[in-house]
């Protein structure tokens, strides 16, 4: 099945930037609306960020104008970058499917996600 490993968490001061990078074990974000998720301790998953295959963004207003999505098809790979962090984007990051308009009904397995603190 598919594999998701997402990387570039780090413990940041507020104001710093991190970009994240989201691999699958195939070719697959090519193929499907990506999204970055994270979740807080005590707070429900949010899709912070999604890009279709067509390249049509999104973002959650909390991080809009701040985070940017990206992908490169010929790397597999999915891009967030973090700026001008706030310690309330403290949480682990998770890349999975999205949609642009309702709920994934078949997400596939979680990685471990990549944790990001953000802190004085």
């Known amino acids: 099945q598919v594999q998701l490993v997402e990387s570039g968490g780090d413990l940041v001061q507020p104001g710093g930037s991190l970009r994240l990078s989201c691999a699958a074990s195939?070719?697959?974000?090519?193929?499907?609306?990506m999204g970055w998720y994270r979740q807080a301790p005590g707070k429900q998953r949010e899709l912070v960020a999604g890009?279709?295959?067509?390249?049509?963004?999104t973002y959650a207003d909390s991080v809009k104008g701040r985070f940017t999505i990206s992908r490169d098809a010929a790397k597999n790979t999915v891009y967030l970058q973090m700026n001008n962090l706030k310690p309330e984007d403290t949480a682990a990051y998770y890349c999975?499917?999205?949609?642009?308009?309702?709920?994934?009904?078949?997400?596939?397995?979680w990685g471990q996600g990549t944790q990001v603190t953000v802190s004085s």
């Open positions: 195939g070719n697959i974000f090519s193929s499907y609306t």
């Open positions: 890009i279709t295959t067509g390249g049509l963004k």
């Open positions: 999975n499917k999205a949609r642009l308009v309702g709920p994934v009904l078949n997400y596939w397995n």
